[in-house]
């Protein structure tokens, strides 16, 4: 059974960094993409970015030049290094990894930029 497991959340002072973890149980070439997203209380998730197989990323406007992607392949784990946070970068941070048209998600992790 696939897992993701996220980590790396926690509590940061506005203008702070935060390196979010997602450790895939297979390799993450059996993706087809992995995807950062994230929710705000009684909002629906946002995509916050994606990285193909091929290694291709891309970024949600909102989080351009703020968020990088970038990936492991040893390790199988995929990062979102977030920079500069907001007080309104505060939500449950999710990752996605898509095959065959399915999706498997993790279980989310906490992020708290305080002002």
């Known amino acids: 059974q696939v897992q993701l497991v996220e980590s790396g959340g926690g509590l940061v002072q506005t203008g702070g960094s935060l390196r979010l973890s997602c450790d895939a149980s297979?390799?993450?070439?059996?993706?087809?993409?992995m995807r950062w997203y994230r929710q705000h209380p009684g909002k629906p998730r946002e995509l916050l970015g994606s990285i193909t197989f091929a290694g291709s990323i891309n970024y949600a406007d909102s989080v351009k030049g703020r968020f990088t992607i970038s990936r492991d392949t040893i390790k199988n784990t995929v990062y979102l290094q977030m920079d500069s946070l907001k007080p309104e970068d505060t939500a449950i941070y999710y990752c996605n990894g898509d095959r065959d048209e399915y999706d498997y998600w993790g279980q989310g992790t906490q992020v708290t930029v305080s002002s």
């Open positions: 297979e390799s993450i070439f059996s993706f087809d993409a």
